[in-house]
């Protein structure tokens, strides 16, 4: 291996390490918040991505009718938990949060329809189109559970996989998208040429990573999520919404994945069933920061970057396998080290 | 269902099954082969998810493992399927020990996730080696054959299925109601419990997945000689997510919730191939998205699933019969208590520190055997960080334990038990889907040897009638033999707490550490559990108790031990204790 081509796979690596290190960001998030391990983030991953292919094709996203039909469903769950508890006064108000707003953006899309749109909007339609997907699917698939066991949801999660990822097939057919690079041309540093989609991509990422950190720090909101993920039945009892705790980390997940997806899609390929793939990456991520720290959370999602690159420079045909297998080592690590034999007395069960 | 009505059952079924490719043919016969198939990879989950607590995505791995080693011997080498079976489950094995011992450490969720990402890994090394033929796989698969008769037809291969996945599913309930089984039953719900008892968890849940993986790999030779063609497609993780709806559909937990999860999955499957072609056209997808969103409505709305579900409407009672009597009984080894009033325990300037909390800063005493010792103390004091270092839960930062002549430290916790030492919990810790009996009969586990083996082909009877005898002993001590088969759960506080001492005096301890056992007790109740432990220290049991109910014990100890912000403030008799004025400050606050 020459200096210039381990400098390529580190650039690489950096490039979509730091996709992965969003990706661990909202994955840590939802967990901390509800205990949901979220495996099909990857899916709004790919909507996201597929969904400004689509736009870029000059055709309607399947994107708008998930969104429908997830909103009609869940107004139907929120009314029918109403009205087992005779709030019946209630459903009008339940219609415009869980129906009338998450459509907003799909009549917008309708409205502005799908053909000539210039790059900045079909990316804020984008990011608008896969905000709703997060609260409602926390509405109708986590929020009726919301205190199983972690395995239970677990399990639920990847359950949910499967169906999104089956709408997906069936919305955006079997070919891959990937869409035109957002901006071309290298920056020279030092003789040696830096492409501007890498610093992109790296430095939105930064900078999102920033803005959650801040949320966290220094908001009510984020400080009232915190709280959520740090002791759940403590926080209802300061007066903290769990639910609406819940519903707003999916929400803020959602808007991560979105970002990600949107950078994802010039560099890589997008299928309907990448995403578990891609998700998992930001798990084995994920993984290295025990769910819990977000920078080692980053840390480890780099690391995956790492190793996918070098490992497709060494066996393309078995890259997957390898970054995936790297799970082990990790897990081993932590197990030697960071002492991962962290509560399972899953007393609940 | 009582057990003379379950043989015949098992026999019904088994003649029915024997008679099926007499009567049908083609489409029923590769049916019933499929859920055959299915049927013992899920038992493997019902035993490792369903009673074990561990929620693996990867079995589907383990299937592909089988399938390819026997597809790979048998057509590049031209061996015989049967050294592809025996490959196969070595194999399988292999990969389960390496994946298991790294892997079986982490808790909770990190597990699952885990079995996510080498289940992927696995399922993408297949498609991409080219001696597994790449995504092409592998064809031309040779029939099984058997002194010259070839298993060619899905109507002959359908006995060995079946035969296969009759003996599993015997020989799994068979394991599940010995002493073994109890313990794997005993893996949900925390380990300190099982560790207590003498159980080391990590090697029981380590054998279970080995267990699982070995099914599936059984699972993956027989698909791969029914099929005769591999590729890698069927082990990826939709179908490992599959195994897992059918385990939890059928019943997770129950060895028949693995045929009926796996014969409901593969006919839903079935008829959902069938009914889907006349909505859309696009029923290939559409297929798993309903199946992903049954999977959800059924964890929303019943995680218990069928089998379990049925049994309410049934009239199901369990099994009370005791195991049969054998020729030659066993005695469950007891340990030659010491000299009555020897020192038993002695504890040496036991510090703990956390950080630059000194939470029991240099405590002795003694407890002398036959007496009940008493450790008391304020809220905070270090009494339960006391007790879990004596027990070997927590390591000492300093000091020693001595118990019965010999140093604790490096002992593991689930040793300290056949020492000798058994012990009950401040939050009682029982198992509540499990009976009473086999609740106690756990207490017994390291008096007895029996293994998975042993179990699975019932050749501990003899154990088991001494582990059923002696725990039938206790529980009609504390007074429950009546409800010996009545579930756990099912108890009040305070005979949950009885019980609690039951298990602990199966294990046939010389010293019983009882955890605040007066705790959310009736006065009445007080005074029966009083009386037990007179009893027990009447036999010459001697007993260590942390308790805040004064009146319990100063009716009750020999000897108290007094501690506060963990340092020893007092020691003695009760009656010294009540006058001591440094204790009545420590409770009450200064008296002047």
Redesign the interface.
């Known amino acids: 291996m020459t200096f210039e081509i381990f400098l390529l796979l580190v650039q690489d690596a950096v490039g979509t390490g730091a996709i992965y290190v969003l990706m661990a960001l909202g994955i840590v998030l939802i967990f901390n918040v509800t205990r949901v391990i979220f495996v099909s983030y990857g899916d709004l991953v790919a909507y996201s991505a597929l969904t400004l292919g689509s736009f870029e094709l000059q055709r309607m996203p399947g994107t708008v009718w998930l969104v429908l039909t997830l909103a009609g469903l869940a107004f139907l769950v929120e009314a029918g938990s109403l009205y087992r508890r005779n709030q019946i006064q209630l459903i009008p108000k339940a219609f415009l949060y869980w129906a009338i707003i998450p459509a907003i953006p799909v009549a917008l899309t309708f409205l502005i329809g799908a053909e000539n749109l210039s790059l900045p909007v079909s990316i804020l339609l984008t990011i608008a189109l896969v905000l709703p997907l997060g609260p409602l699917l926390y509405r109708i698939v986590f929020q009726p559970i919301a205190t199983a066991p972690v395995l239970v949801l677990l399990m639920v999660a990847v359950a949910l996989h499967f169906a999104i990822a089956g709408l997906a097939l069936l919305y955006f057919g079997p070919e891959g998208f990937r869409t035109s690079s957002f901006v071309r041309g290298d920056v020279m540093v030092g003789g040696f040429g830096i492409p501007q989609q890498l610093i992109l991509i790296v430095s939105a990422a930064a900078v999102f990573s920033a803005i959650l950190f801040v949320f966290f720090q220094y908001t009510v909101a984020g400080k009232a999520l915190r709280a959520v993920a740090i002791n759940r039945e403590g926080a209802r009892l300061v007066g903290i919404w769990t639910t609406r705790a819940g519903a707003v980390a999916f929400l803020l997940a959602a808007g991560i994945a979105a970002i990600a997806g949107i950078l994802i899609s010039p560099t890589t390929t997008i299928y309907y069933d990448t995403g578990l793939i891609v998700g998992l990456k930001g798990f084995v991520g994920s993984v290295v920061g025990g769910f819990v720290s977000y920078p080692l959370a980053a840390v480890g999602a780099i690391i995956i970057g790492l190793i996918e690159s070098f490992g497709s420079f060494y066996s393309s045909a078995l890259k997957e396998a390898i970054v995936f297998a790297a799970i082990i080592p990790i897990v081993l690590w932590r197990w030697l080290y960071v002492s991962a034999h962290d509560s399972d007395e899953n007393e609940d069960e | 269902m009582t057990r003379a009505f379950r043989p015949i059952a098992i026999g019904l079924l088994a003649v029915a099954i024997a008679v099926i490719p007499l009567l049908f043919d083609g489409f029923i016969i590769t049916l019933l082969n499929y859920i055959g198939i299915y049927t013992l990879i899920t038992l493997g989950l019902v035993l490792l998810t369903g009673c074990g607590?561990i929620?693996s995505?990867g079995q589907a791995a383990f299937v592909g493992i089988g399938a390819y080693a026997t597809a790979y011997l048998t057509t590049a080498m031209g061996w015989s399927p049967w050294i592809g079976l025996l490959v196969a489950i070595v194999l399988t094995v292999f990969v389960a020990l390496v994946?298991g011992y790294?892997?079986l450490?982490?808790?909770?969720?990190?597990l699952?996730?885990?079995t996510?990402?080498?289940g992927?890994?696995?399922y993408?090394?297949f498609g991409?080696f080219q001696f597994l033929g790449a995504h092409g796989g592998i064809g031309d698969i040779p029939a099984v054959s058997l002194f010259g008769y070839e298993f060619d037809e899905p109507g002959k291969l359908y006995y060995i299925i079946w035969v296969f996945c009759g003996a599993a599913l015997l020989a799994a309930a068979n394991l599940l109601r010995s002493r073994q089984g109890r313990a794997i039953r005993a893996l949900?719900?925390?380990?300190?419990m099982s560790e207590s008892l003498g159980i080391d968890v990590f090697w029981v849940r380590l054998r279970v997945f080995v267990m699982a993986a070995a099914l599936a790999g059984i699972a993956g030779w027989l698909y791969a000689h029914m099929t005769r063609f591999v590729s890698p497609a069927p082990f990826d993780?939709?179908a490992g997510?599959e195994y897992?709806?059918m385990a939890?559909l059928g019943g997770a937990g129950t060895i028949s919730g693995a045929l009926v999860g796996a014969a409901a999955v593969a006919l839903a499957k079935n008829w959902l191939q069938d009914l889907l072609p006349l909505i859309t056209t696009?029923s290939a997808?559409?297929?798993?998205?309903v199946?992903?969103?049954l999977?959800?409505l059924l964890?929303?709305k019943s995680?218990s699933g069928i089998v379990p579900l049925v049994r309410q409407y049934l009239p199901f009672k369990p099994d009370m019969t005791p195991p049969p009597a054998t020729a030659d009984p066993v005695k469950l080894p007891e340990i030659t208590p010491p000299e009555r009033g020897s020192a038993l325990l002695k504890i040496e300037g036991m510090t703990k520190r956390f950080g630059g909390l000194v939470a029991v800063d240099n405590v002795s005493f003694e407890v002398k055997a036959g007496t009940i010792t008493a450790l008391i103390g304020p809220n905070g004091a270090g009494k339960s960080t006391s007790f879990n270092l004596i027990t070997g839960a927590l390591n000492l930062t300093s000091g020693k334990v001595v118990f019965a002549g010999r140093d604790l430290s490096g002992v593991r916790p689930h040793e300290v038990v056949s020492l000798g030492m058994a012990r009950t919990f401040q939050h009682v810790k029982l198992r509540p889907t499990m009976t009473l009996l086999e609740n106690v009969m756990l207490g017994c586990y390291q008096r007895t040897r029996s293994g998975f083996v042993a179990g699975a082909l019932k050749l501990d009877n003899a154990e088991e009638r001494a582990v059923y005898d002696e725990a039938m002993r206790e529980l009609a001590r504390v007074g429950l033999a009546d409800k010996a088969h009545e579930l756990a759960g099912n108890l009040a506080l305070g005979q949950q707490r009885v019980l609690e001492v039951a298990r602990a005096m199966a294990a046939g301890p010389l010293l019983i550490m009882l955890d605040e056992p007066a705790a959310g007790l009736r006065s009445l109740e007080k005074q029966a559990l009083a009386q037990l432990l007179r009893s027990l220290r009447a036999e010459g049991k001697s007993i260590l108790l942390v308790e805040h109910d004064m009146d319990f014990v100063m009716s009750l100890a020999d000897r108290v031990v007094v501690l506060d912000f963990g340092r020893k403030l007092a020691e003695g008799v009760p009656a010294d204790i009540q006058a001591n004025p440094a204790v009545q400050e420590a409770y009450l606050g200064s008296v002047e």
Request: glycine share 12%; proline share 2%.
């Open positions: 607590g929620t995505f994946l790294i892997t450490h982490l808790g909770g969720h990190y699952p996730l885990t996510i990402a080498w992927v890994a696995i993408l090394s991409n949900r719900g925390g380990q300190a993780l939709k997510i897992l709806l939890v696009n997808n559409l297929e798993i998205v199946f992903g969103c999977f959800i964890l929303h995680r």
